[in-house]
């Protein structure tokens, strides 16, 4: 592998995660990839064998204490200290605040708000140290998969919106906290992605397939993946700090 950057990005067994990682292997960059099912991390990593940059397979669950802290440590020990953290696992629930499945609440708050700002904390604190080591002449970016269901109130899907949201203003004031130190922290804010997200969490075929047909087509990852590519290759003074993508012809 040449001397480019190092990554890890979460969420790389399905859709936005998984071609991300793609992009930023075909670019050059050794990827710690993340995500519960060590089987797909490891068909990716097949799958990308061959281009000019590398994948470290990483299989766990983003609630456990301590899985950022051990997927950043795995980057340093195969390629050095990793200067790129994506952080696009999560999930979605169906249903409006009556009509969603509340056994479900504390499970999507755990992984889309809790585990995501344990990510910022942890990835943020080593950043930071790495910074204040080197000066901050080198950047570093921490990328954040939110949604446009997290910038505007979406009446039928304000469950899982709200820890969009939430996340939303976790990225902005992380920014303002590590900016000084040439730390880019960045909202990716996409509309209707065409990926595993719909099934994952049981949304509606139908629904959905009514979606695509009124505003379609639909992004699909790779138009996500060109976008955090984008992000990442600024000169280091600027910051694209946020980024909302939709299909065309999706209206809200
Ligand atoms: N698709 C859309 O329309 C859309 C629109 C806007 C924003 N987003 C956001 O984009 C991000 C990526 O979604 P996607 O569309 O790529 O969905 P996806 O295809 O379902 O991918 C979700 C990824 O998150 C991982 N994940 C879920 N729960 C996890 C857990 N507890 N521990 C570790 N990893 C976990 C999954 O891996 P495992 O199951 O293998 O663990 C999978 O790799 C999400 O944050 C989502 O909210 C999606």
Same mark, same amino acid.
């Given at each position: ?8 990005? !979460?969420?790389? !067994? ?27 991390? *490891? ?19 983003? !609630? ?36 969603? &499945? ?43 998969? *939110?949604?446009?269901? *997290? ?11 709200? !820890? ?12 303002? %906290? ?30 959905? %397939? ?12 790779? &138009? ?29």
């Amino acid at each position: 592998m040449s001397q480019q950057r190092v990554a890890v990005v !979460t969420g790389a !067994t399905s859709g936005i995660g998984r071609a991300i990682t793609g992009r930023l292997v075909q670019e050059g960059m050794g990827v710690v990839a993340a995500g519960r099912r060590a089987g797909r991390l *490891g068909e990716l990593a097949e799958e990308l064998a061959g281009q000019p940059g590398a994948v470290l397979p990483l299989a766990g669950e983003m !609630t456990q204490p301590g899985h950022t802290e051990e997927l950043l440590a795995a980057a340093e020990r195969e390629w050095g200290a990793a200067s790129v953290f994506v952080a696009s696992a999560g999930r979605g629930l169906p249903g409006t605040v009556l009509g969603s &499945d509340a056994a479900q609440w504390r499970e999507l708050l755990e992984v889309n708000y809790l585990a995501v700002l344990h990510q910022l904390r942890a990835c943020a604190a080593v950043f930071t140290k790495q910074a204040e080591a080197d000066g901050g002449s080198q950047v570093r970016d921490i990328v954040v998969i *939110g949604s446009t269901v *997290g910038r505007q109130v979406s009446a039928a899907n304000p469950v899982y919106g709200s !820890t969009k949201f939430a996340v939303h203003s976790l990225v902005e004031a992380l920014r303002q %906290e590590v900016c000084a130190l040439n730390i880019r922290v960045t909202l990716i804010e996409p509309g209707f992605v065409r990926s595993g997200f719909q099934e994952a969490a049981g949304y509606d075929t139908a629904w959905f %397939e009514g979606v695509a047909a009124a505003s379609g087509p639909l992004l699909v990852p790779e &138009d996500v993946a060109e976008v955090v590519q984008f992000v990442l290759d600024r000169p280091k003074h600027v910051h694209l700090d946020d980024i909302r993508l939709r299909p065309t012809r999706q209206k809200a």
